[in-house]
């Protein structure tokens, strides 16, 4: 039977550029070769102890059941689904080696990729609550996930859960080998940002995500003036600093909703906006993201051009959600709340 895994690569993604290039997972773990020798899950227990003496030993204990699972149940043939923190899509891969340690220090597998570059609004959200899961490894089990990720890796479409079950906010992880999506303690920073960004998507399409990004620059400071629906000639919004909007920074802003992802040529069409307007610089908005060709531009135009996908669109949100008028608090409905976070690991 093929199984579905979970596997984080580092605790900020700092191991994904290298395994969708080389495809070696390399976990965040930094551990000796001695572990290769390691038979069971008490056994990985024993190994870690001298290696963390100040650890808590639920920690470690959660720490043994997902190396153990790494190294003795992912088997050759099993999927494994990567959320990607660095470009927010989702890479899918068939594992093709036995336990490794990448480098000699990271434990691993190897897999051949499927899929690297599937949008997170691809995946129905009953499956992303388990893509949730707080742990490094984990396996994926609940509504038909191995059938459904193998076929979003063939045609990027979620056929959907067979029989639909309650997937719980917050499970206690299992006495022996644990780690399922079902039992284990679930990102609940995670699942509400999901949440907010399928809410965003439904309700704020087409001109109302312009007026949500111009609401936002306003909390920053901007005077604003948003194009009327229709033709823009590339720019959908102006902003600029000051009483009446005419002191620097001034900028261009073009905005780009629901499944539309950033190019080349909508990166110089705002390029040739920012001269034709004379603006200072210019903002590209583009909810789905951008194509590899613009992202590599970052640096080359970090003093022309920002680049905002849905990952910076809800962390410049959150920094100034207070300071946005009430009408647009009232359509985004949104409400803090405290949670207790999880214990490493």
Known sequence: MTNVWLIRLGKYGESEARALQDGQLATGWELSRELESCASKEDILTYLEPHYPGQKQGTLQNWAVQLNQLKHQVKQGDLVVVPLKTTKDIAIGKVTSDFLMVDG???????????????????????????????????????????????????????????????????KPSEDEGGDDADVQLDLAEIARQQIEEHISANFAGH?????????????????????????????????????????????????????????????SLIGSVQDAHADQGLLVCWSGFKSTVR?????????????????????????????????????????????VPEEG
């Not at 893509?131 to 063939?154: H, I, K, P, W, Y």
């Not at 936002?216 to 033709?231: C, F, H, K, N």
């Not at 970052?298 to 946005?324: C, M, P, Q, T």
Request: a neutral charge; hydrophobic letters at 40%; charged letters at 25%.
């Open 105 to 171: 220090k990271h434990p691993g597998r190897a897999v051949t990729w499927l899929v690297t570059d599937l949008p997170r609004q691809a995946v129905k959200q009953d499956l992303l609550f388990s893509l949730g899961a707080s742990q490094t490894v984990c396996r994926v089990s609940r509504n038909n996930a191995a059938d459904r990720f193998a076929e979003l890796a063939r045609s990027r479409r979620d056929p959907g859960p067979s029989l639909a079950r309650h997937v719980p906010i917050q499970g």
């Open 296 to 340: 590599s531009r970052i640096n080359e135009l970090y003093f022309r051009i920002r680049l905002w996908g849905r990952e910076e669109v809800l962390d410049e949100l959150f920094d100034v959600y207070d300071d946005l008028s009430d009408e647009m608090k009232a359509k985004l409905r949104l409400q803090r709340m405290w949670a207790v």
């Open 208 to 268: 109302e995500f312009t007026h949500l990004i111009a609401a936002i620059l306003e909390a920053q400071g901007y005077r604003t003036e948003v194009s009327l629906p229709g033709a823009d000639r590339g720019i959908d919004i102006v902003a600029g600093k000051g009483a009446l909007g005419f002191d620097s920074p001034r900028l261009v802003v073009q905005v780009k909703s629901g499944d539309i992802v950033g190019d080349q040529p909508t990166l110089q």
